[in-house]
């Protein structure tokens, strides 16, 4: 706004200014409630114990660090349920891959890599080595 328009205002300038800054520090305000709201709801996810069973292997689903808890679409292997991250790895992805044309033997590897490096990644390797 140029300072003619600012003099044009029956309203001072200063109280304009006021307003501004009391409008401006009111969305702030809000803006950090919901944030602070957000964190306690991301909190109270990770504390919560997952309900769901891997429709693999049967164990019970653990929520990843942000809060997810229903686990990996495990389908080709399961259709419409869903699988712990375990699974997901060393059973769906091999799976997919095999769908996708490799062999079984190296589309196992592959799996079995991925979760390496997806293990490495998130800071919690999984002992893959045997698995199915």
């Not at 803006?31 to 292997?57: G, T, V």
């Not at 033997?105 to 890599?113: F, H, S, V, Y």
């Amino acid at each position: 706004m140029t300072a003619d328009a600012l003099n044009s205002l029956d309203t001072p300038y200063e109280e304009l200014l006021d307003g501004v800054l009391r409008d401006t520090s009111q969305i702030i305000a809000d803006q950090r409630a919901e944030i602070e709201a957000l964190k306690k709801e991301l909190k109270s996810r990770k504390k919560r114990a997952s309900n769901m069973d891997c429709a693999i292997c049967g164990n019970k689903i653990q929520p990843t660090s942000y809060g997810w808890d229903e686990g990996n679409n495990a389908e080709p292997v399961v259709m419409d349920g869903r699988c712990c991250n375990v699974c997901d790895m060393t059973v769906v992805l091999p799976a997919r891959l095999e769908l996708a044309g490799f062999e079984g033997a190296e589309a196992r590897a592959i799996g079995q890599e991925f979760g390496r490096t997806i293990g490495k990644l998130l800071g919690s390797v999984i002992n893959l080595e045997g698995s199915r």
